[in-house]
């Protein structure tokens, strides 16, 4: 379920766990109204009684539906529950690797979607393949930034639920938060952009709640902050870029 519907599921299924139940979720993304990742959630609603398990890409589900070699990442503080799942999952074309950093892999899966939102807008403008790989990779930097502020491990950044997800969803158009953002440079309203897509966009939540994090922590995350202010602030896609571009030099 998408990450602002977390809770009310958790609440729900709360009385009808078993003492043996186990609980994983592909949710990604910050609850809004908290600003807590969703193994934070769980806890809260179900206590520590339970192992706990995320899973997270890269992945579209089309492709993985079609038999298409993919690899993915199941992370878990429960180095069993997250190879029996991987055992489970994993076959010829299915390829599970597992992590103990819950925390990076929810935090990859979040801020993702919100770069991938700026990658959109920066192909559909036209910017190019320059622009695109300098979102991609200073994207990371905040993304690395700030998930290393709530305690993750930076390693995870550059693994398949990190830089390997990151990719995936800024430059295919199976993505749907990337075609949010190619809506949104072609001149139309988040709405109709989202009547167009027919699918749950992420980023769009994310960028509030990920916005709202980076400044409670005083991490710095200028691409974030522009597609903030490009979804929620009336700036014009044009007018973020010129204010990345117009940012002090500083050492890479």
Request: aromatic share 4%.
């Amino acid at each position: 379920m998408p990450s602002h519907g977390l809770r009310e599921t958790l609440q729900q299924i709360k009385p009808l766990l078993g003492k043996s139940a186990r609980i994983c979720w592909a949710t990604k993304g910050f609850e809004l109204t908290t600003g807590k990742l969703p193994h934070q959630v769980v806890a809260e609603v179900l206590g520590d009684d339970y192992p706990v398990a995320v899973l997270s890409g890269p992945t579209f589900a089309k492709e993985v539906g079609a038999g298409l070699p993919t690899a993915m990442t199941i992370a878990s503080p429960d180095s069993e529950f997250a190879r029996d799942l991987a055992n489970t999952l994993s076959g010829d074309k299915f390829r599970a690797y597992t992590s103990s950093d819950i925390i990076g892999v929810e935090v990859g899966g979040a801020v993702k979607n919100v770069l991938a939102i700026g990658a959109g807008i920066s192909d559909g403008l036209g910017f190019g393949a320059n622009t695109r790989i300098a979102l991609i990779n200073r994207g990371l930097v905040e993304m690395t930034r700030l998930g290393m502020a709530l305690g993750a491990k930076q390693d995870t950044f550059t693994g398949l639920a990190g830089m390997g997800d990151l990719v995936l969803t800024c430059t295919d158009n199976l993505s749907r938060n990337r075609r949010m953002g190619l809506a949104l440079a072609s001149g139309k309203t988040i709405d109709e952009a989202q009547e167009e897509i027919q699918q749950v966009v992420e980023g769009v939540l994310a960028a509030k709640a990920v916005r709202e994090v980076a400044e409670k922590l005083n991490v710095e995350m200028p691409i974030c902050q522009q597609i903030y202010r490009t979804l929620y602030e009336g700036a014009s896609p044009r007018e973020a870029v010129g204010a990345l571009m117009g940012r002090a030099l500083k050492p890479e």
